[in-house]
């Protein structure tokens, strides 16, 4: 099983990012898949999460009207499109996934069995 995130980078408060989660050794059409972060001195958090069987997506209130979760199971990927960025979303970004839950709102709120190596996120002000 692998997840290899790309897309992360340095862009202004207000600019928008899409990252890309490329899945290996699992198909996207049970388990649920999502994004975390993690900011310098702070915990891991969810930012999106995903049903893959059925599409329904969970967001914290932090994120919601501004990040997008969304598959392309033909591509066996996961993106986050992320509007309206802020300083404080400056973070590094995870692609994780449960492969024993298909719930998004499970996983958003419990720590995923699988990782990917991260992609750094930096928004300026």
């Known amino acids: 099983v692998q997840l290899q995130a790309s897309g992360g980078g340095l862009v202004q408060a207000g600019g928008s990012l899409r990252l890309s989660c490329a899945v290996s050794g699992f198909t996207l059409d049970r388990p649920a898949i999502g994004w975390f972060r993690e900011a310098p001195g702070k915990e891991r958090e969810a930012v999106a999460c995903?049903?893959?069987?059925?599409?329904?997506?969970y967001y914290p209130d932090f994120v919601k009207g501004r990040f997008t979760i969304s598959s392309d199971k033909s591509k066996n990927s996961v993106y986050l499109q992320m509007d309206n960025l802020r300083p404080e979303d400056t973070a590094v970004y995870y692609c994780?996934?449960?492969?024993?839950?298909?719930?998004?709102?499970?996983?958003?709120?419990?720590?995923?069995?699988?990782w990917g190596h991260g992609t750094q996120v930096t928004v300026s002000s």
């Open positions: 994780a996934a449960d492969l024993g839950h298909s719930s998004s709102y499970y996983l958003c709120h419990s720590r995923p069995s699988e």
């Open positions: 995903l049903s893959t069987n059925n599409d329904i997506w």
